[in-house]
């Protein structure tokens, strides 16, 4: 059995169906042939952080992906609500002093919100393909 990939498609086709997609108009100008042990690597799930493409000679390989992965997008909330949470202790120590501006009780409350919303934002229909970052309010 040969094995072929077709960078512009992105797919892979064995030479037992050739005849089914040329009748069909599918079978890819741009199929080149491939190993067997290529066919195998490279038609499971990539690695994380990474996507199937097609070099320069139409054979496939592994590059990086434009979408982050669920363990950076965990990061990158992580991090959002730890630089929120350095914002948001100030205004809690001037309003547990009473001292705390109108301006700043405000700012408080947006703040909080927004760490509630990026707490959230795991439990988005779609995630992690899909995200709708929450926005700071500000005032």
């Given at each position: 059995?040969?094995?072929?990939?077709?960078?512009?498609?992105?797919?892979?086709?064995?030479?037992?169906?050739?005849?089914?997609?040329?009748?069909?108009?599918?079978?890819?100008?741009?199929?080149?042939?491939?190993?067997?042990?290529?066919?195998l690597k490279y038609?499971s799930s990539p690695?994380?952080?990474?996507?199937?493409?097609?070099?320069?000679?139409?054979?496939?390989?592994?590059?990086?992906?434009?979408?982050?992965?669920?363990?950076?997008?965990?990061?990158?909330?992580?991090?959002?609500?730890?630089?929120?949470?350095?914002?948001?202790?100030?205004?809690?120590?001037?309003?547990?002093?009473?001292?705390?501006?109108?301006?700043?009780?405000?700012?408080?409350?947006?703040?909080?919100?927004?760490?509630?919303?990026?707490?959230?934002?795991?439990?988005?229909?779609?995630?992690?393909?899909?995200?709708?970052?929450?926005?700071?309010?500000?005032?």
């Open positions: 059995m040969e094995y072929y990939f077709s960078k512009s498609k992105l797919g892979f086709y064995i030479s037992e169906l050739k005849d089914l997609y040329e009748s069909a108009n599918s079978w890819p100008d741009d199929a080149v042939q491939i190993t067997e042990w290529d066919y038609k690695p994380p952080g990474k996507k199937l493409s097609g070099n320069s000679n139409g054979l496939p390989f592994w590059t990086v992906s434009d979408k982050p992965t669920k363990d950076q997008i965990d990061s990158q909330v992580k991090s959002k609500i730890q630089n929120t949470l350095s914002l948001i202790k100030p205004l809690e120590f001037a309003r547990d002093l009473g001292d705390i501006t109108e301006q700043e009780l405000e700012d408080l409350k947006n703040l909080q919100k927004y760490v509630v919303l990026l707490n959230r934002v795991k439990l988005q229909e779609g995630y992690p393909e899909k995200i709708e970052w929450p926005e700071l309010v500000k005032t």
